[in-house]
């Protein structure tokens, strides 16, 4: 049946049969012609400042599964395909095959639970990449094995998806313990588990360590879900989750060529107050310097997410071997390793990082088919 399209002083109803209604405001509509559009890159050409605020359709009627619109002045018609406007009904946002619900986990996923994808399938096959990047998003981590055992192997991996994140680590770097350091990742030291780059005005989306070597003794990696975390302090002592998704604190990396800062909450809310992100790296907060009357309720809030992320229910342990990549969000999942002897043998984790946008986007187009 055709809808049944009702004018307004301000726009369109529309009411389908299945029970769904569109507003459409007529400056909306005007806005949206999508003759309005280039027809080559789809980018807006029309210029909104041509028409007034307060335009108004002189006739509006369905026909042929289209709605038709003529507009004051010449010849000025729209024609919308009727699915086309019902799915971009304002009020609502556009469907997107990259949206997944995080599935917040806990030490009980085990290493065994963390989505595991062969590097020579993943290669083979659009679909089963998609399936991969959709579960690496849903979980924030995932396991890449049988990886060549060539330094481009883990990074062809990233390229695939999309830009890499380039650094002032480089746009890839190596994770090896080196002489004069200029960050303790490059040590042989334990690391705690952290999010990288917080000091960055955007600290990078995911994170890729394909796994070289692995034969000292010692260099175990931990990750624990951040979210999951921070969903159960807000729920544990709501004050310490307000302190820390409100409290913006500095963050600061520098060494002889870079002096790079910013500020930011450790916990980030999205639009709906879910946890987007958590931003957690203790060796590069810098000297805090928030109110003084602030100060002792920000330490004990601090320190109770930080003792959360200490406890043994969130983290998970495994040792990476040669030919594996771990691939995880770095703005939700915190990762750490333990210490190693480099005497023992060698480690070498070649990393790069792909920002959120760069994933979703690949997302999108192989879900296009
Ligand atoms: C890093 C890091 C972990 C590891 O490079 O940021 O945390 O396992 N490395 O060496
Ligand atoms: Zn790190």
């Known amino acids: 049946m055709t809808p049944q399209l009702e004018t307004g002083a301000a726009g369109l109803t529309i009411r389908w049969d299945d029970g769904t209604v569109g507003q459409f405001p007529f400056i909306w509509l005007r806005d949206t012609d999508p003759s309005g559009f280039h027809p080559d890159t789809g980018e807006r050409a029309f210029d909104l400042t041509t028409i007034p605020l307060d335009i108004r359709a002189e006739d509006a009627a369905i026909e042929g599964g289209a709605l038709r619109l003529r507009w004051p002045g010449a010849d000025v018609e729209s024609r919308f395909d009727l699915n086309w406007i019902k799915a971009h009904r304002p009020g609502q946002r556009r469907s997107d095959p990259a949206a997944v619900t995080p599935v917040r986990w806990r030490n009980s996923l ?22 991969w990047l959709l579960d690496t998003k849903r979980y924030g981590v995932s396991i890449v094995t049988g990886l060549a055992d060539e330094l481009e192997a883990g990074l062809d991996v990233a390229r695939r998806i999309g830009h890499l994140r380039e650094t002032n680590f480089g746009l890839t770097f190596d994770v090896e313990s080196k002489p004069d350091p200029n960050n303790l990742a490059y040590t042989a030291d334990a690391l705690p588990l952290h999010t990288d780059l917080t000091n960055q005005e955007m600290p990078p989306g995911y994170q890729f360590l394909h796994c070289l070597a692995n034969e000292a003794v010692g260099g175990g990696s931990t990750f624990c879900d951040g979210a999951a975390v921070a969903e159960d302090l807000r729920a544990q002592n709501p004050e310490a989750f307000e302190v820390l998704s409100t409290v913006e604190v500095p963050f600061r990396f520098y060494d002889s060529v870079t002096d790079i800062r910013s500020r930011k909450t450790m916990i980030v ?42 406890g043994p229910q969130y983290t998970i342990a495994l040792k990476l071997c040669g030919g594996e990549m771990v691939v995880f969000d770095n703005r939700r999942v915190l990762h750490g390793r333990e210490a190693f002897d480099p005497s023992t043998g060698r480690r070498r984790l070649r990393g790069a990082y792909v920002d959120r946008g760069e994933w979703d986007s690949r997302i999108r187009v192989i879900s296009r088919g």
């Open 110 to 131: 085990g290493a065994e639970g963390i989505p595991r994808a062969d590097a020579a399938t993943l290669a083979a096959s659009d679909d089963a990449f998609c399936e």
């Open 269 to 310: 809310l999205d639009d709906d107050g879910a946890v987007s992100e958590v931003c957690f790296n203790a060796h590069i907060a810098d000297v805090l310097d928030i109110d003084p009357e602030a100060m002792v309720a920000f330490y004990r809030a601090y320190r109770e997410l930080m003792a959360l992320t200490r």
